[in-house]
């Protein structure tokens, strides 16, 4: 018999704000161990939260990429449990009114991933585990998170794959999170079940915490996939539990079963005063949002005639987007302008941070400007090439590296001139293409190169030879 | 005059130094606490230093403000850096905070002298101050009853003067209890006037900070530097725009008092506290005011609305007390972290907030917090919208603050009686209102008795000015044998 999965997530992501949730410590990664620490982080007596308006900002700009709805009225609420990395036992969290609810995402294949909700909260310390002893670092307390829950609407670990990426994507794309997940800036807890092709019923599920690659979600989801169908396929039942992935052979063991689930005794948070969103505010945060990378992509294609993979490529990073989004308002050959961001400038970089960060030291208008003399013929792509290179290295104008005569162009006459004389000068590469052998043609195309200092356009001087060989 | 202002006057014309003033206080301190226990922390070396720093501008001609170098206390769950902050248990009996209390800093801003931290019930949970982990404070009005709580110390302090003044807490009536068990002037602000930052919470909901003094001026003084908007607490975003003390002298003809009649017929009210608030408001009506009679049953059912939310929060709040970074940690090898904090906590926390934890965690837990803490939230919308509609009809509401005067030690604590002793005090933190207590007579056993003022939120001037008005026309003086001669 078929089995199918069915799966919804959990995706816990750290927001990119300078300092925690409730209150002013910074929030950078790693640092001396409990270095980033006051009262109200550290939940010592009679401290009191006060909610910072950029992270819940930042949730807003989610919730809007997102297409979710905005709850202009929403509330924090207390989610206690006692564990070591959880000074004050509790979280301040959102339950039942969280700030973002009912929007959705659309896969590649057009499928919709419907998201329940998001709401904010803060993130825990960490426990550091040594032989005889427990260290606690509370740096990471405190740190804005928000939760995006999904509905169960995933149905193979290759959407799941997906939408993380897209996830992934989507909040760097808006500036809401490095989504890092080797670091836990981004972390999956999976729900996942399967039941008969045959059967309308959803399986009994097991949830697996705290995924911190996409490529062990992958593998989690298949051994559960694995697992589970096995087990029914024994006729055995599936226990509801909580599970963690095992990363050295892949498969997943329980952390604790239902039966033990906690009651974390939610209430509205008191030291606190109701999330209150106004009109005027959502219609500021919208006008920071950016042009979504889906809408983007769309009209670099409509727009510039751009092939869908070099859109792609552009709206990968924002910042080089942007770039190419400034460039094309200078220019009126936008996809010139593609090829030379994507092939020269891009491969300045390696890491997926550089390319992020795309700095670089030429302009928009700086590259406007070479666009506009390789599209006009007046220099020739290789000519275009290692001037970019120099424009690169030393963030100087196009004019700087280029002679007045490099810049008069090349004529029709003189390439005539050349291709004439690179036919008298070279008559067995003649003979030989008079005799068929095509490949003979570029040889004379690079004396005509040689000859012109690079000016010439290749193509065009291929065609002029052409011309003059067959009209011979 | 009260006695800050006396005190200002003195300081400022040299008659007494700040020194000498503070060196009194410390020496009666000295010889009445043993008796009284009113201080779990005396800090002299604090007190004595900002009475030096108060009598150098003295010296140099510069200007001091009127709380500067008046000696004064604190309850010891407002959190003072540096300075050992206990809230009477044993859990926190060696933490020391790293920062201040607002309502401190603002007063440590004006060189307030600073003698010491008052007794209370443990985490402030209890109406009679025997709740502390060390010996209950005394009534010194009468050694075998009870001062009240849970602001005990506070209000032992400044009737026995040893204190002049003293901030409490009141979550459930536990400054105006016992500010009207010793003969006090105590103030419980709207919910949001004062910062609780640095109050170590026990239902943050319901609780605020307040100043308790032996007269109206001098709580009004106090609530007017401790008050108003604080970056650090997000309930507290309002700025008054005049002090109290400047209304504290307005005329009160026309103005509206409500009386309910759930309190001045209720049975569970004693006839002598019934006779003594009756006389108040004639005395109201002779200034002037009118009378207005309300009913208000839904405030029958505050004491239950109130142990639920409060216990429900308290068990939240007092999760972190673990013994894992700070507080008592219990002796021994542990099989695991579970094991520590479970003997660390069983070990160090009294019995009553044993209770109060266990009470709190039921009413939140699974199917029972439909039963329990929604339905008294809603009870508690409920009596806020009756006290709304009530001041469309009045100005203020009078009640007693107690059915009784002080009453004997060693009552029995699980006795019901005990938790309806604050039936009429409770209703103002259920619906956020200001309310005073004011001293209004005294019982057949000498003990004072005490009436409340209500006031719809942020009218502490209003308020104040109600009672100042009746503590001219009514003169009442209490006395004692302890603390520094008057």
Redesign the interface.
Known sequence: MKYLMTAGLETHVELSTKSKMFCSCKTEFAGEPNSRCC?VC??????????NKQAVELAILAGLALNCKINTLSYMD?K?Y?Y?DL????QISQYDVPLCYDGFIKLSSGKVIRISRIHIEEDAGKLVHNKNE?L?DYNRCGVPLIEIVTEPDFSSSDEVREYVQMLQHLLRYIGVSDCRMQEGSMRCDVNVSVRPADSDKLGTRTEIKNMNSVANMVKALEYEYKRQTELLEKGESITQETLRFVESDGSTSPMRSKEDAR?Y???RE????PLHIGEAELKRIKENLPEMPSIKLERYVKEFGLSKTDAQHLIKYRRVSEFFDEVAKLTSDAKTASKLIIGQMFSLFSTEAQKEEFSVKVTPFQLSELVALLSSGKVNSSLAKTTLDKMLLSGKDVTDFLSAEDLKGFTKAELENLCAKAIEQSPSAVADFKGGKEKALMALVGFVMRESRGKANAETAKECLEKLLTDN | MGKIERIHSSLLSREVSCRELTEEYLSAIERDNSTLSAFVTVTEDCALETADKVDKKLSKGESIGMLSGVPMSIKDNISTKGIRTTCCSKMLWNYTPVYDATAYSRLKLQDAVLLGKNNMDEFAMGNTGENSCIAPSKNPFDMSRVTGGSSSGSACAVSSNLSVYSLGSDTGGSVRQPAAFCGLVGLKPTFGAVSRYGLIAYASSLEQIGPMATSVEDVSLVFDAISGKDVLDSTCNREYEESTFSHLNDSIKGKRVGIIREFSQGEHISSEVKEAVNKVVCTYEAMGANVVELTMPELLQAVPVYYIIACAEASSNLARYDGIRYGYRAQGDFQSVHELICRSRSEAFGKEVKRRILMGTNVLSGDKCSYYYDKAKLLKDNICRQFARAFEKCDVIITPTTPTPAFECNRKAESVELLCEDACAIPANLASLPAVNLPCGVSKTGLPIGVQIIGNKFCEALVLNMAYKYQQEAQLEFCTKWGVSQ
């Open positions: 009262p550290l939940g010592l007596p009679g401290s009191l939260p006060v909610i207390r206690n006692s070591p000074p004050k036992a509790y427990t606690i009651d005794r939610f209430f008191p030291d606190l005063l």
